[in-house]
């Protein structure tokens, strides 16, 4: 079956200390820095009501991953096994969008200082969405 | 700044009884039917390991969205308050990435059976990543 193919339009990017993956840990809790999401200015109506305090989801298209991996072998795991790309969070996986849930710690017009991102300085932001509840994510 | 563009390669589509956007919840548990996913063949290696009884996050394209939306009407909000998009779940934003966290009731080769997916029929899959914890979304 053939799918329509879609255009992803960043709104923005990543600055952050981390210069390459070899850096970045794989999960923010683990002592990612600090880091700006600086939005193009075309997007400032958007970001209206995002305040300091509150927690969001951060997509990003992580530009550096690789498309064509279906199974890779997880991390703390020492076993040969490969597990599907699908039922982890690989950045190299068919449609590279990063997920980050952050703590907004700073709101400076289209620039959002963040806790805990474990993307690498340029990585693309395509989207920003609220967290719904407290107990997880839809 | 301009960006680089993205293309988004869809893995699969939601097959569902909701046939349109008036018909869909905003959220999946607020009556959303049990859905299919179907995943194309190719893919099938990268949904290995994906378990009948766990929680997923199955992002979408929402290819029925508008993408020149930065601010709306928030529902259940009865003021005339206008609210910037990134601080809601609008289908409408500049890129319509449907984020739905839902239960895998069965697997079938390329298919999974999920629970409470408020996407229409037709919807474009583009990922499906592991739930990581038990209170949120990282």
Known sequence: MRHELFV???IGRVESTLADRSQAPKQGDEGAPDAWLS???E???GLRDLQQGSEVLILTWLDRAG???LRVH???DDSRAMRGVFSTRSADRPNPIGLHRVEIVEVDANRL?????EAIDGTPIVDVKPVLDRIGER
């Open 113 to 117: 200082r963040v806790r805990n991102l």
């Open 43 to 45: 997007y400032l109506d």
């Open 74 to 76: 997880p991390r703390d």
């Open 8 to 10: 992803v339009k960043p």
């Open 39 to 41: 939005f193009d200015p």
């Open 67 to 69: 498309r064509d991996v």
